[in-house]
Each structure stands twice: as structure tokens, then as C-alpha cells.
């Protein structure tokens, strides 16, 4: 089993940055990629960004050259540095992780946290 914690959400305005960290607990040692999802109200959720654990990174086009992801394997911590905005950026974001336990692959989800970009 993995627990995922999500932090650092909040308000801010359009143009501001923010920062989301998801601490892994549990059998962390067993992920082998590391996502970063949103929901915005009425939509579907989203893959916004992914990591592996030897660094390969993908994001999607909406938010490529604004957000970074990051993994500290050593700490089990994924990040969102999250840069210039915009309103359409607005959801719950999620962490969720890919681990393979006993050689079967298992996804986990963090609780979310919000984030609102707003003047």
C-alpha cells in the first residue's frame, strides 16, 4: 500500500506561481512513476504532468513551459512548481503514483487539494 499526501494549494492570482508537494508513505520504495492530475468543476480529470523514477518528465500541451515536475526519490516527495497562472488552471489536483508490489502494478490517489487562480 501507498498513502500519497498533497500540500500546497491555496488562492492566487493570475500571473502567480504555487507550489504542490505529494508525500509518499507506505511501500514508496515500489513507485515507478509519479503523476500529477487536475479536475476542474464539470469537467473530466486530466493528466497534467508525469514523472519517472529515473527522471523522464511529460506534460500536457496546456501547461508546457509554465509547470515543472519533480520527484525527491531519497525523501518520496513529488512536486508541482506550478508558474505565470491562468484562471483555466483552477481544480483539484491530485497526486497518484504507479507501484509495482509482488510484480503486480497498483495506482493510488492522494485526496487533492485546490487550486484557484483568481484576481
Known amino acids: 500500500q501507498v498513502q500519497l499526501v498533497e500540500s500546497g494549494g491555496g488562492l492566487v492570482q493570475p500571473g502567480g506561481s504555487l507550489r504542490l508537494s505529494c508525500a509518499a508513505s507506505g511501500t514508496a520504495s515500489s513507485i515507478a512513476v509519479m503523476y500529477w492530475y487536475r479536475q476542474a468543476p464539470g469537467k473530466e480529470r486530466e493528466l497534467v504532468a508525469s514523472?519517472?523514477?529515473?527522471?523522464?518528465?511529460n506534460y500536457a500541451d496546456s501547461v508546457k513551459g509554465r509547470f515543472t515536475i519533480s520527484r525527491d526519490n531519497a525523501k518520496n516527495t513529488l512536486y508541482l512548481q506550478m508558474n505565470t497562472l491562468k484562471p483555466e488552471d483552477t481544480a483539484v489536483y491530485y497526486c497518484?503514483?504507479?507501484?509495482?508490489?509482488?510484480?503486480?502494478?497498483?495506482?493510488?490517489w492522494g485526496q487533492g487539494t485546490q487550486v484557484t487562480v483568481s484576481s
Open positions: 514523472i519517472t523514477s529515473g527522471g523522464s518528465t
Open positions: 497518484n503514483v504507479l507501484a509495482v508490489i509482488f510484480s503486480k502494478p497498483n495506482r493510488y
